[in-house]
């Protein structure tokens, strides 16, 4: 998967990636929904915190292995992403019974709509250790 490696990530920051705004609906964080203009560019915060959070889509599509976004446009994924209504979208879903209620934490962690909230390394890696 891409998460991020076509942007610029510099000193441990974020970076800000400038162009056509490209992402994958359902897999993109939040904040990428939440862009601000300059001109005729569109500048989107990249960071860690983003590929976390696809990184928590991720992990719900392996754990269910369903993509839950097959059925929906564009526009409503990207309102309920940025209204931070996808955790409850996604475990509101048939398929998301089956997953353990040790993987709910962790994707409940990786997608948290708050980027300073969301888990990092250290949480997933604390995670793993049980």
Request: charge should be negative; glycine fraction near 12%.
């Amino acid at each position: 998967g891409d998460m991020g490696i076509a942007s610029v990530y510099a000193s441990g920051t974020f970076s800000i990636k400038t162009g056509a705004l490209r992402l994958t609906a359902g897999f993109a964080a939040p904040e990428c929904f939440l862009t601000a203009k300059d001109g005729q560019m569109i500048k989107i915060a990249i960071g860690p915190a983003v590929d976390y959070y696809s990184l928590g889509m991720t992990v719900y599509t392996l754990a269910t292995g369903n993509n839950p976004f097959t059925e929906r446009e564009f526009l409503s994924i990207a309102r309920d992403t940025a209204d931070g209504r996808m955790a409850d979208y996604i475990f509101s879903l048939p398929e998301a019974a089956s997953i353990s209620g040790r993987v709910k934490e962790l994707i409940h962690g990786l997608i948290a709509v708050d980027p300073g909230r969301r888990w990092g390394y250290e949480q997933v890696a604390e995670w793993l250790r049980g």
